[in-house]
C-alpha cells in the first residue's frame, strides 16, 4: 500500500500544494459512478444520438440513414417554432418570478419570526408532489366551476372569470403559475442556504457605515449569496428548458398548441406519431440549446460572482 | 483497508442481488392493455386462471399515452407482452393493427376458430394484407346521452332533428341548465361531435371516403359533408348549446355536471354511462340515441367502430398458450363479463346488449354505422384534427385553414 | 445581534402567514377534498373537511392494491439512494481534491448529465436492461436511478467538498489511515448535512417516477406506488376524492423523509455554496 501510494503521487501532482504528506485520493473510488453514468446516461444518449439521423419510425427493423435530413426537416417546421417560443416563455418567465419569489421568501424567513420553521416547510411542500397530483389538482382549481372562477364570483368580480386552461392567451401563463407555484418552495431554500452564510459581522459592519436596508441588502447580501444564485438560476433554466410532466398532464401542449413545448414535441413526434427519428433530432437540439444556454449563463454568473 | 473497500462494493452487490431474486417470479402469461378495460381484462384473467390453474397470467395497465410509449419501445426491443391491446385500423393509431402488423410484430391468427365469426364489416378493421391479427372485442359506438327527467320537466322530448336538438338548447338554457356538457380540453372529446356528424354526412353516402383520402382521390376541403359538420360544430357553440368554456372543461367535469343535473345532455361513448351513475346519477334517468343530423326524417348514421382488441406478440414464447387465452376471450359467456352490457364486434345470440344502447345497435344492424377516421393513413391527421377543434373555438383557426392543414398531412406518410 | 421583536417583526410575521395560507390553500383544497364522501364532491370548493371520514382512504388502498407497490418503492428507492449517497460522494471526492485537468473534464462530463434529456437514451437503455435479463427486477430501476442522479449528486457534493478545508483528510493520512478510511471516518460524516439533500431531492424524483418503472416494472409483481397509482387514476378518474386520497398516501413517505431530513436540507445547501 504504501508503495503503491508513493507511484501514484510521484507522477502527476501539481506541486502548487506544500503540504508534502497530503495525497489525493485514488481514482478507484470514482470507477463506480463512472461505470453506472456511463451506461446509464453517456452510452445510452449517444446511442440514442444515431436516431436523430436516420428515418426510424420506432417499429421497424431497419433505421434508413437520412443524414441531416431531420434537422432540415425541423428548421423549416412551424410547430418546431411555436414549441421553441413557448419554451423560452415559460422557461424565461418562469426562471425570473420563481427565483425573484423565492428570494423575497428567504428573505422574509431567514429572520428570527416565530413561525419560520413552520413556513420554511409549508412553502417546500409543493416540491415533493408528484406532478400528475399537481396536475389534477391545477385541472380542479382551474376548471370554468373550479376554485378560482368561484373566488372571482364571490367577490363580484365574475367578469374575471376565464377559460383559464382553455384560452390560448391565458392557458400558457396558468400552466407558468403552476410551475412556479411548485418550485419556488426550491429557490427559496437555496437562497435561504445562502443568506445563513452571510456572516453577521458585515452587516454590523454596514450600519455602522450606516447603511439603510436597500443598501444592505445591494452592497452586502446580494454579492454573498451570488453563488446561491448561480446555482437556482442554473438549475431552474435547464429545468423549465426541459418542462414536460407538469405541461403534458394539465393541457397535452394544448389547446391547439399554445402549451407546446419542444419536450412535448418530441414526445409526441417520437412515440405517438412514429417518427422516432425525427423526436431524436428534436432532442438533440434541445440539448444543444440547453448547453448553451446554461454555458451563456454560468459565464455571466460566475463573472458576477468575482466582482462581488 | 483495502478489505473493506470490499466489503462495501460487496454489500451493496448483495443488495442488488437480493433486490433482483425477491423480485423474480415464474411469469407463464404476460398481458398489457389500457386503462380503461382493466377492470372487465382482470376480470376475464381471473375466470381464465381459475379453470386453468397451470397458468399465470400477469397484467399492465397504463393510461393510453403512456401505453403507447411503453408498448412501441418493448415492441421494438422484441420484448413485448404475450397478448396486446391493439387498436384496429391501419395507420392512424401508433398501435393500431395495419402499422403493427406491416412491421411482423404480431402473430398471424388467421386459422383461429373464431374468425370465420367476424363480420364482414369488420374484417377490414383487424386485417391486414388479407389476414386476420386481433380479436375485437367491442364496438366503441358515439351518440346522444339525455337526462330523461330534465326533458321531461322542460317539456322537451328526446331530440329526433337537429331542429329538436337546437330548440331544446334553447329551452334548457334559458333555464340555467347546460344542454350538451362539451369538455374540448381532452383532445379525444373534441373529435365525438363531429364524428357523430360526419357518420351521416360524408360516410353514409360514402363509405370509403377514408380509404380515398389515403389513396389522395379524396380531401377534407373537398368534402361538403366534413364542411358542414365543423360549421354545426360551431353552430352549436354559438347558440349556446354547450357549457361556458368548453375549452377549458374537463371529462371530469361533464361526468360531474350530468351527475348533479347542471347538464341535461352529452355527446358520449358508453363508458361515460358508467363514470356517469358511479358519480349517483340514476340509471333510469339515462337515456342514449343516434345523434341527430337530419331534419327530413331521415334515420342517422352513427359512429361505431372496433375498439378493444387483443392480438398476441409474434415475439412470444408462449404463442400457443396466448391463443388459448384469446379463444376463451371469444366464447359468449367470457365475452359477456367482458362486454357487461356493451355492444358487442362479433354478434352471439347468447350476448345481451344493455338496452341503454339499443337504438345505437339497431343503427349498426341495419348498416346505418361507419368506423369514421379509423383509416385515416396516419396519426397525425388526428392530432391535427382534435387540436384544430380546439383552435376553431378558440378562434385562432378557421374551418378552411383546418381542412386544408388535414390535406397537407395526410399526405405525408 | 438579536433583533428584538418589535412592531416590524410583527408586521412581517404578519404578511408571511399571510403569505403562507394563499400558497398553501391548493394543497388545503386536495386534503380537504381527499375527505369528503363522493355524494358531496360538488359543493362549495372550501368548505371544512370531515376529517373522521377515512372511506376514501380505505376505499383506495384496497382497490389500489397499494402495500405490496408501498414495499417495491420503498425498497427500490432506499437502495438506490444508499448506491447514490455512496458512489456520488466517492466520486465527488476524487474530482473535488485532484487537481488534474482530466478530474476537471470527468466533472464536466458528469454535469452533462442535468442537461441531456432522457428521452434520448430511454430505447438504448431498455434494450441493453433487456440483454442483461434485468427486466422486471428491482436493479433494473435501482441501475436506471443511480445512473440517472449521479449528475445532480456530484454536483452537490463536490461544490461542497471544495468548501471543507483538508487539513483534516492530512492529518489523518499522517497518522497512517488508508484513503478509503480517510473517506469514510473522516470525510463522509462531514458531508452529512448535503447527503440530506441529495437524499430528498433525488429521493422525490424517484419516489414519484412513472415512466421508466412503467417499462421496466411495469406488470410484475416489482411494481412501484406510481405505476399502480396510475392505473388506479385511469379506472376511478371521475373520483376525485378517491384519486386525491390515493395521491396522498402515495406521497406521505417522501413527507416523512423531508421532516426527518429538513434540517440537513438547509443546512446541505447552505455550506454546498461555497464552491
Known amino acids: 500500500?504504501?508503495?503503491?501510494?508513493?507511484?501514484?503521487?510521484?507522477?502527476?501532482?501539481?506541486?502548487?500544494?506544500?503540504?508534502?504528506?497530503?495525497?489525493?485520493?485514488?481514482?478507484?473510488?470514482?470507477?463506480?459512478?463512472?461505470?453506472?453514468?456511463?451506461?446509464?446516461?453517456?452510452?445510452?444518449?449517444?446511442?440514442?444520438?444515431?436516431?436523430?439521423?436516420?428515418?426510424?419510425?420506432?417499429?421497424?427493423?431497419?433505421?434508413?440513414?437520412?443524414?441531416?435530413?431531420?434537422?432540415?426537416?425541423?428548421?423549416?417546421?412551424?410547430?418546431?417554432?411555436?414549441?421553441?417560443?413557448?419554451?423560452?416563455?415559460?422557461?424565461?418567465?418562469?426562471?425570473?418570478?420563481?427565483?425573484?419569489?423565492?428570494?423575497?421568501?428567504?428573505?422574509?424567513?431567514?429572520?428570527?419570526?416565530?413561525?419560520?420553521?413552520?413556513?420554511?416547510?409549508?412553502?417546500?411542500?409543493?416540491?415533493?408532489?408528484?406532478?400528475?397530483?399537481?396536475?389534477?389538482?391545477?385541472?380542479?382549481?382551474?376548471s370554468p366551476m373550479g376554485f378560482l372562477n368561484y373566488m372571482l364570483a364571490a367577490v363580484g368580480l365574475e367578469n374575471m372569470q376565464q377559460a383559464w386552461l382553455g384560452n390560448r392567451s391565458t392557458a400558457i401563463w396558468s400552466v407558468i403559475t403552476v410551475i412556479v407555484w411548485q418550485f419556488v418552495g426550491f429557490s427559496m431554500v437555496i437562497f435561504l442556504a445562502g443568506l445563513q452564510g452571510v456572516p453577521q459581522e458585515l452587516y454590523d459592519a454596514a450600519d455602522i457605515d450606516g447603511a439603510n436596508g436597500w443598501n444592505r441588502f445591494w452592497n452586502v447580501t446580494l454579492p454573498l449569496i451570488a453563488p446561491a444564485i448561480t446555482v437556482n438560476l442554473t438549475l431552474s433554466v435547464i429545468a423549465g428548458l426541459k418542462i414536460f410532466d407538469q405541461v403534458w398532464a394539465m393541457t397535452q401542449g394544448g389547446p391547439g398548441h399554445a402549451t407546446a413545448t419542444l419536450s412535448v414535441f418530441l414526445f409526441r413526434q417520437a412515440f405517438l406519431f412514429g417518427n422516432y427519428g425525427y423526436g431524436m433530432a428534436i432532442a438533440l437540439v434541445l440539448t444543444i440549446i440547453v448547453t448553451v444556454v446554461a454555458l451563456i449563463q454560468l459565464k455571466i454568473l460566475r463573472s458576477r460572482e468575482v466582482e462581488g | 483497508m483495502k478489505s473493506s473497500l470490499l466489503k462495501a462494493i460487496g454489500f451493496l452487490l448483495v443488495l442488488l442481488i437480493v433486490g433482483t431474486a425477491v423480485a423474480q417470479e415464474r411469469v407463464t402469461l404476460r398481458l398489457a392493455a389500457i386503462v380503461n378495460d382493466q377492470e372487465p381484462v382482470t376480470a376475464v384473467v381471473a375466470e381464465y386462471m381459475r379453470r386453468n390453474p397451470h397458468i399465470t397470467i400477469t397484467t399492465t395497465f397504463a393510461p393510453i399515452d403512456q401505453y403507447q410509449v411503453v408498448l412501441r419501445t418493448q415492441l421494438a426491443a422484441g420484448t413485448a407482452p404475450d397478448i396486446l391491446f391493439v387498436w384496429a385500423g391501419a395507420a392512424g393509431n401508433p398501435m393500431s393493427v395495419g402499422l403493427l402488423a406491416e412491421n411482423n410484430l404480431l402473430a398471424d391468427l388467421s386459422n383461429e376458430p373464431w374468425v370465420r365469426d367476424i363480420p364482414a364489416g369488420v374484417r377490414s378493421s383487424v386485417q391486414h394484407g388479407g389476414r386476420t391479427f386481433i380479436y375485437p372485442v367491442n364496438k366503441l359506438v358515439i351518440g346522444l346521452f339525455y337526462n330523461r327527467q330534465i326533458l321531461q320537466n322542460h317539456g322537451l322530448g328526446v331530440p329526433r332533428t337537429w331542429n329538436d336538438l337546437l330548440a331544446a338548447c334553447e329551452r334548457l338554457s334559458r333555464a340555467g341548465i347546460t344542454p350538451l356538457a362539451q369538455a374540448n380540453q381532452v383532445l379525444w372529446v373534441t373529435q365525438l361531435i363531429p364524428h357523430a356528424i360526419t357518420a351521416s354526412t360524408v360516410y353514409a353516402t360514402d363509405p370509403d371516403f377514408d380509404i380515398r383520402l389515403a389513396q389522395g382521390r379524396a380531401t377534407f376541403a373537398g368534402s361538403a359533408g366534413y364542411r358542414d359538420a365543423l360549421q354545426r360544430y360551431l353552430e352549436l357553440n354559438r347558440r349556446g348549446c354547450f357549457n361556458r368554456f368548453p375549452n377549458a372543461t374537463s371529462y371530469e367535469d361533464i361526468v360531474r355536471m350530468m351527475a348533479t343535473g347542471r347538464a341535461a345532455m352529452a355527446v358520449q361513448t358508453p363508458g361515460f354511462a358508467a363514470q356517469a351513475t358511479r358519480q349517483g346519477m340514476a340509471a333510469e334517468h339515462l337515456g342514449m340515441v343516434p345523434f341527430p343530423v337530419h331534419n327530413d326524417g331521415t334515420r342517422p348514421w352513427i359512429f361505431a367502430s372496433v375498439l378493444s382488441s387483443f392480438g398476441v406478440s409474434a415475439a412470444s414464447r408462449n404463442q400457443a398458450a396466448a391463443r388459448d387465452f384469446i379463444r376463451f376471450l371469444a366464447q359468449p359467456e367470457i365475452l359477456s363479463i367482458y362486454l357487461g352490457g356493451r355492444i358487442p364486434a362479433v354478434p352471439h345470440p347468447a350476448l345481451t346488449v344493455s338496452p341503454l344502447f339499443s337504438e345505437m345497435l339497431a343503427a349498426i344492424r341495419e348498416g346505418r354505422s361507419a368506423p369514421v377516421g379509423v383509416f385515416w393513413p396516419n396519426p397525425r391527421v388526428q392530432d391535427v384534427y382534435m387540436r384544430g377543434i380546439q383552435q376553431l373555438f378558440d378562434g385562432s383557426k378557421t374551418i378552411d385553414q383546418l381542412l386544408a392543414e388535414l390535406d397537407r398531412i395526410a399526405r405525408e406518410r | 445581534m438579536r433583533q428584538r421583536y418589535g412592531k416590524s417583526q410583527w408586521a412581517l410575521e404578519a404578511v408571511m402567514i399571510l403569505a403562507a395560507i394563499i400558497y398553501f390553500i391548493p394543497v388545503y383544497m386536495l386534503v380537504q377534498l381527499s375527505f369528503r364522501p363522493g355524494h358531496e364532491m360538488a359543493q362549495s370548493p372550501l368548505g371544512l373537511p370531515s376529517f373522521s371520514y377515512l372511506g376514501n382512504y380505505l376505499q383506495a388502498w384496497s382497490l389500489a392494491n397499494m402495500g405490496q407497490a408501498m414495499l417495491n418503492s420503498a425498497i427500490i428507492t432506499s437502495i438506490s439512494l444508499v448506491a447514490l449517497v455512496a458512489f456520488g460522494s466517492m466520486a465527488a471526492y476524487v474530482l473535488a481534491r485532484r487537481k488534474q485537468r482530466l478530474a476537471y473534464w470527468v466533472y464536466i462530463l458528469f454535469l452533462a448529465g442535468i442537461i441531456l434529456p432522457f428521452q434520448l437514451g430511454l430505447l438504448p437503455l431498455y434494450r441493453l436492461i433487456n440483454e442483461l435479463q434485468l427486466l422486471g427486477t428491482h436493479a433494473s430501476l435501482i441501475i436506471y436511478n443511480v445512473g440517472?442522479?449521479?449528475?445532480?449528486?456530484?454536483?452537490?457534493?463536490?461544490?461542497?467538498?471544495?468548501?471543507?478545508?483538508?487539513?483534516?483528510?492530512?492529518?489523518?493520512?499522517?497518522?497512517?489511515?488508508?484513503?478509503?478510511?480517510?473517506?469514510?471516518?473522516?470525510?463522509?460524516?462531514?458531508?452529512?448535512?448535503?447527503?440530506?439533500?441529495?437524499?430528498?431531492?433525488?429521493?422525490?424524483?424517484?419516489?414519484?417516477?412513472?415512466?421508466?418503472?412503467?417499462?421496466?416494472?411495469?406488470?410484475?409483481?416489482?411494481?412501484?406506488?406510481?405505476?399502480?397509482?396510475?392505473?388506479?387514476?385511469?379506472?376511478?378518474?371521475?373520483?376525485?376524492?378517491?384519486?386525491?386520497?390515493?395521491?396522498?398516501?402515495?406521497?406521505?413517505?417522501?413527507?416523512?423523509?423531508?421532516?426527518?431530513?429538513?434540517?440537513h436540507v438547509i443546512r446541505g445547501f447552505a455550506s454546498g455554496l461555497k464552491g
Open chain 1, 1 to 142: 500500500m504504501q508503495e503503491r501510494r508513493t507511484l501514484r503521487s510521484a507522477g502527476s501532482r501539481p506541486s502548487f500544494k506544500p503540504s508534502r504528506r497530503f495525497e489525493e485520493p485514488p481514482w478507484l473510488f470514482i470507477v463506480p459512478a463512472v461505470l453506472l453514468y456511463g451506461v446509464v446516461v453517456l452510452y445510452a444518449s449517444v446511442a440514442g444520438v444515431y436516431y436523430a439521423f436516420t428515418a426510424w419510425d420506432g417499429l421497424s427493423p431497419t433505421a434508413p440513414f437520412v443524414g441531416l435530413a431531420n434537422f432540415q426537416e425541423l428548421a423549416q417546421s412551424r410547430e418546431a417554432a411555436d414549441s421553441l417560443r413557448n419554451t423560452v416563455l415559460i422557461a424565461l418567465v418562469a426562471t425570473v418570478v420563481q427565483n425573484l419569489l423565492g428570494l423575497l421568501l428567504a428573505l422574509g424567513l431567514h429572520s428570527h419570526l416565530k413561525s419560520r420553521y413552520v413556513l420554511r416547510v409549508l412553502f417546500f411542500a409543493p416540491v415533493m408532489l408528484a406532478p400528475i397530483v399537481v396536475a389534477f389538482l391545477f385541472q380542479y382549481i382551474y
Open chain 3, 148 to 263: 440517472h442522479f449521479l449528475p445532480l449528486a456530484i454536483f452537490l457534493y463536490t461544490g461542497f467538498l471544495r468548501a471543507i478545508p483538508r487539513e483534516y483528510e492530512e492529518a489523518a493520512l499522517v497518522d497512517g489511515a488508508s484513503h478509503l478510511q480517510v473517506f469514510t471516518r473522516v470525510v463522509f460524516p462531514l458531508l452529512r448535512p448535503i447527503t440530506g439533500t441529495v437524499i430528498i431531492v433525488a429521493g422525490v424524483f424517484i419516489w414519484n417516477d412513472f415512466l421508466t418503472p412503467l417499462l421496466y416494472v411495469g406488470g410484475t409483481s416489482s411494481a412501484t406506488l406510481p405505476v399502480v397509482i396510475y392505473q388506479f387514476v385511469g379506472q376511478y378518474e371521475a373520483r376525485w376524492e378517491l384519486v386525491f386520497a390515493g395521491l396522498i398516501m402515495g406521497s406521505l413517505p417522501i413527507l416523512v423523509l423531508y421532516f426527518l431530513l429538513q434540517r
